[in-house]
């Protein structure tokens, strides 16, 4: 508590812009997170069989695959209902709203008040904008920082190894090779025979083991036979300058149409696919010019592990670069989902987002309540990334390089 005043001493000294940029995002995420208990057809309280119970609430562990699901109409019959403030879940149909009813016919047509009005199921406009909110923060945020992790990682590998560093033996380059296609083959097995988080937990905990029991073996032949040095840095570079040269929203609109409808995990994981070049050459670029310093310099020379500059060195004089890129990342990460979405390639039907509505009032031109809402949903979070990113870099100041 004591450290309230500061911040918001802090925030009182930024520029209009940028105070009422950071309402809008800090409000969008207070929607994502209470998007069950805002908009819902299950009640958030009410009494079944001598007991009180949380339907809403008890969404979020649902959502999660965490406990059993359970439908709406298991709670009709009890009593002290209290509903949410939109009483529909974003997939919730009401037929007396059906056919695409404006916000002014929603008002007048059907039993329940449609705020934002209906599309051509019935099914409620502003509960799909809410639920559609947590689904554009979880894939933005996932997707940023599944890229985000690989590529600042491999950026700052290059960036400091150059192509002249690295230095292996052939026994240890052969290793590696093997190693590394192991972990591939074994990786796409646990892929396809293991389900949820355990499997991402057997191939973290793969990668891991597997480099540990190369980096044991490497010391053992640490001495066997001459070293050569290894260019990483320029074969990072020219695959990455390959990869780049595909647009990379034909190359996900490629992806997806042999996919079909993706799920929330799949379509994460194919936008960092594509992300993740941003941000190595971003965090190769900065370390390039950080270890040039004498700083970096000293350190080498009086023998520190290479691991140990970039982690206690380097890395915190990045970070603030690496933190803009996030920002910019995220806001692409968002504005592909909702594109996507726009052309039938998003999320799974069952699945509303801000692209899906955008996507229906394309087929329904008279409908300027599914391109309006959503669209205005889209530009005021973008945009408010946008000025946030701009003052943050604006604060740092100019940097050389960047």
């Known amino acids: 508590m004591k450290g309230i005043p500061k911040y918001w001493h802090w925030f009182k000294l930024k520029s209009k812009t940028f105070q009422v940029s950071f309402f809008i995002v800090l409000s969008s995420i207070i ?42 109409f298991e709670y009709v019959s009890c009593t002290h209902r209290f509903m949410p403030l939109i009483p529909y879940a974003a997939s919730s149909i009401d037929p007396s709203a059906s056919g695409y ?3 002014q016919m929603a008002w007048t047509n059907s039993a329940n008040k449609h705020w934002l009005g209906t599309d051509a199921l019935g099914r409620d406009i502003l509960a799909g904008l809410i639920h559609g909110t947590r689904y554009a923060w979880v894939i933005g945020l996932l997707s940023t920082l599944l890229a985000a992790l690989p590529g600042i990682f491999i950026g700052m590998a290059i960036g400091y190894w150059k192509n002249n560093k690295l230095k292996l033996s052939i026994p240890q380059i052969i290793l590696w090779m093997i190693l590394s296609f192991a972990v591939v083959y074994v990786s796409f097995v646990l892929s396809v025979i293991v389900i949820g988080p355990v499997k991402w937990a057997l191939i973290l905990g793969l990668v891991l083991l597997t480099y540990i029991l190369g980096r044991l073996i490497s010391r053992k032949t640490n001495s066997v036979s001459k070293k050569y040095s290894i260019p990483v840095d320029g074969i990072v570079m020219r695959f990455i300058d390959y990869f780049e040269s595909f647009p990379r929203l034909f190359l996900l609109m490629a992806l997806l149409v042999f996919l079909a409808r993706p799920s929330m995990g799949l379509m994460i994981l194919l936008i960092a696919i594509i992300r993740w070049p941003l941000f190595a050459q971003v965090s190769r670029s900065e370390t390039l010019r950080e270890s040039m310093l004498n700083y970096v310099l000293s350190s080498e020379n009086i023998g520190i592990p290479w691991y140990k500059i970039l982690t206690h060195h380097i890395w915190p004089n990045i970070k603030s670069a690496l933190f803009i890129t996030g920002l910019f990342s995220l806001s692409t990460a968002i504005l592909l989902e909702a594109s996507l979405s726009f052309i039938g390639l998003g999320l799974k039907l069952e699945r509303v987002t801000w692209g899906s509505i955008l996507n229906e009032g394309r087929q329904y031109l008279p409908g300027w309540w599914l391109s309006i809402f959503p669209g205005l949903a889209i530009f005021l979070l973008l945009i408010s990334l946008h000025w946030i990113l701009a003052e943050k870099d604006q604060s740092d100041g100019p940097r050389e390089g960047w």
């Open 31 to 72: 929607i994502a997170v209470l998007a069950d208990v805002l908009a819902n057809d299950k009640p958030l309280l009410c009494h079944c069989s001598g007991t009180w119970r949380w339907p809403a609430f008890r969404q979020y562990g649902e959502n999660l695959n965490l406990l059993d699901p359970t439908h709406a």
């Open 101 to 103: 009813l404006s916000p």
